[in-house]
């Protein structure tokens, strides 16, 4: 007789499902239920509350939100560019930035440290910070997403010494490819038609801006193709490693909930710091075998990246402005993604999103002299294009979905 009492708290995993954009579980009448620790507590605010926050969040909010990613990640890419194309030193002998480990461990290090922050914000008053590792098993999955993050960066810095930075940018912007890839190949998942449409177009896209790219001399047309080609390979690997990154991170917040995204950002910068610093103490080391020959670590010289990096930094102190902002900036970038979806909802994030890669794009060919030819920019519309109308299919999905869960809960309400 107790149960009957109490309907109003699902407490059936039958009943649930995880909210991945928000990193809230929610039963069937979409009431968020909070936790902490692994453990479920009491069941809190229905999502009609939760909505109507969100609805009342004001243009301050908004102006916060929108701001803070845009000025983030703007500012993110524009040190990403600057560190990987500026020659420094003097110009008949010209030193350049290539320690993409040592760049990735600093940004980790102040993702770690900001993610455990605000992570012990957004805990409620009165309740214990959820552990960022809850139980054994999901240290495999974790480990997984260190290790793929980290591998994924430096092939796609290596990439950038055979290709320019716009077409870096405008190929990044493709992570439904090899997310989807890796979801038809390994979990046998079918999509929509017009999801394969987009990746038809934004692959277009791609294929015409990289074979349309301006080359001085015909003579070495085969050279530069060869780099070329060899550097879109470098970058497909890149993107197929951060497909497997998204789809374990996706296969995590299913499994093993609660599991809320500052535990994700805390936990995954804190291995991938763990996974690329022992990297770095071991490079002087493996720098004389034939491992790093194979791996062409001897770019990085005897000493190994973490010695011959800092090395560069002492040889030029402005570099390291660069580089603290660079992970700042990464950091902070993260922390406002996960506001957006706690104040308003996903929707303005993906919108967010695909507005904030077209404006990078941008202040790359401004800030940097990149100039297109008009194959390129209809190579950019392709891209943009297919991005944009995923985006605006996803937005009217999404909004379908809210409105027959409202329509749900209020038929429930009036029987």
Known sequence: ??????????????????????????DANGNEEMRGNGQQTAA???????????????????VISVAGIYASFLTWAYLQEKLTTTPYGPKDAPERWHFPVFLNTIQSIFAATVGSIYLFLSTPRGAPVAPIIPSRRILGPLA????????????????????????????????????????????????????????????AGVAVFTLHSGRKHKASARSEDSNVAWGLLLLGINLLFDGLTNSTQDHIFQTFRPYSGPQMMCANNTMSTLVTGL?????????????????????????GELGEALGFMARYPSVWKDVLGFAAC?????????????TFSSVLLVTVTVTRKMFTMILSVVAFGHRLTQMQWLGVGLVFGGIGVEAAIARQEKMAKEATKKGATTSKKDS
């Open 279 to 303: 990297y770095l103490l071991a490079s002087p080391y493996l720098v004389a075998t034939g491992i790093g020959d194979w791996l062409g670590m001897d770019v990085a010289g005897s000493a």
């Open 1 to 26: 007789m107790a149960r009957t009492k109490q309907p109003a708290v699902k407490r059936e995993s039958s009943s649930e499902y995880f909210n991945r954009r928000t990193a809230t579980w929610e």
């Open 144 to 203: 997984l997403v260190a290790v793929t993050s980290s591998l994924a960066s430096p092939f796609g810095y290596a990439s950038l010494a055979h290709l320019d930075y716009i077409t870096f940018l405008l190929a990044k912007s493709c992570k439904l490819l090899p997310v989807m890839f890796l979801h038809i190949t390994v979990f046998q998942k079918r999509y929509p038609l017009y999801k394969y449409l987009v990746v038809a177009a934004v692959t």
């Open 330 to 342: 990464g950091a902070v970038g993260q922390v406002f993604i996960f506001y957006t979806l706690s």
């Open 44 to 62: 809190v605010e229905p999502r009609a509350v939760d909505n109507h926050t969100r609805s009342e969040a004001g243009l301050v909010q908004l």
